[in-house]
């Protein structure tokens, strides 16, 4: 395999639109998810219609440990990663202290510790290398805090300083950090953290042009982009430094309230 990346969560949505945008480019793929029937539906998809190979991992990234067990995997079957792309992640609606803990314990091993694990394993690798690019999918919601999401807005805020934080380490080398910080995107998302019926998932960005301006992004080296975020939400964000705290926090409870 060459110029390869590896995707988590790459069964659907953004992730599923990244692997499709790197097969397109010639681009051979590690894909990673719980589905493995969704993941060999897009390994045929991808080999059938570009000259790529597609190598699938089934893993809960959830699941501790599971990100070192990714990377054991893939250097036993003797591949280098050149592009990693941590895009695995889900949310959740509800007061932090009514929802069930395991579920926001999920969410931050999966949102968190995955991404960082396997970071934390495949970074190495592209330094002695000196060549490599990371892509991290984080989210607006780490530009701010989200009340009725308390726990997914405070893990994608880990995801940007995280990101941010170590593509500065590397500013010697020829490795590079992307976050993407893309708004409310038509994926399964919204039905599975309960954000479709939200007044903030009114006007959702399509997953093709957001993995697209990721991608973009990534091969740029940019330290941060943002993607499928409509005019009104986007001088929102560009005011946030400008409003008081408590009239913001009252403002995004207000967007993710189920109606």
Request: hydrophobic share 40%; aromatic share 6%.
């Amino acid at each position: 395999m060459k110029n390869v990346a590896l995707i988590t969560g790459a069964s659907s949505g953004i992730g599923k639109e990244l692997a499709r945008i790197h097969a397109s480019k010639g681009g051979d793929l590690i894909i990673v998810a719980r589905s493995r029937g969704k993941l060999e539906e897009l390994k045929q998809e991808l080999e059938s219609q570009y000259s790529t190979q597609v190598m699938v991992i089934e893993k809960d990234l959830a699941q501790a440990g599971a990100g070192r067990e990714v990377y054991d995997e893939v250097k036993e079957a003797g591949e280098q990663v050149d592009f990693l792309i941590n895009n695995a992640g889900f949310g959740g609606v509800g007061k932090f202290h009514e929802r069930e803990w395991q579920k926001d314990l999920d969410m931050i091993n999966l949102n968190i510790v995955a991404l960082t694990e396997l970071t934390r394993c495949f970074l190495p690798d592209m330094v002695k290398r000196n060549r490599g690019k990371i892509l991290n999918v984080s989210s607006t919601a780490s530009l701010l805090p989200g009340p009725l999401q308390a726990v997914y807005y405070a893990t994608k805020a880990y995801v940007t300083s995280f990101s941010n934080a170590i593509a500065e380490e590397l500013h010697d080398t020829n490795i590079t950090v992307t976050a993407l910080m893309p708004g409310a995107t038509e994926t399964s998302f919204g039905s599975v953290s309960g954000m479709d019926k939200t007044e903030m998932f009114k006007d959702t960005a399509n997953p093709e042009t957001v993995a697209k301006d990721g991608y973009q992004a990534m091969l740029d080296g940019k330290l941060d982009v943002i993607s499928g975020v409509p005019f009104v939400p986007r001088m929102m964000l560009k005011m946030l430094p400008f409003t008081p705290k408590k009239m913001m926090l009252s403002q995004v409870r207000k967007m993710q309230e189920i109606k």
